[in-house]
């Protein structure tokens, strides 16, 4: 059964830093190509931040660009998303997605709060 578990939201004031993961469980995770969405209250999920199954590629929505960082550590099965510079725009219910192919798997999210 596959399983993606994000970690590492919270409540944090504008201008600090969150580094979130996301563990995945029961897929080949070296196979996948990883992202992370957001969905704001009231708002539909949008893209975040992708990378590929290797690592040496990345895609960044434009209002992260220069703020988020994607990465991805092949060994541990885990997906990271450094945030910096937060803004309160930036709250939401963080998810990543794990997809090849046909094949496309969601985690349940992990609530980024930015405020004073």
């Known amino acids: 059964q596959v399983q993606l578990v994000e970690s590492g939201g919270g409540l944090v004031q504008p201008g600090g830093s969150l580094r979130l993961s996301c563990a995945a469980h029961?897929?080949?995770?070296?196979?996948?190509?990883m992202a992370w969405f957001r969905q704001a209250p009231g708002k539909e999920r949008e893209f975040v931040a992708r990378i590929n199954w290797r690592g040496d590629t990345t895609n960044y929505a434009d209002f992260v660009k220069g703020r988020f960082t994607i990465s991805r550590d092949n060994a541990k099965n885990t997906v990271y998303l450094q945030m910096n510079t937060l803004r309160p725009e930036d709250t939401a219910v963080y998810y990543c997605e794990a997809w090849i192919g046909k094949y496309d798997y969601w985690g349940l999210g992990t609530q980024v709060t930015v405020s004073s």
């Open positions: 029961g897929l080949t995770f070296s196979n996948y190509n």
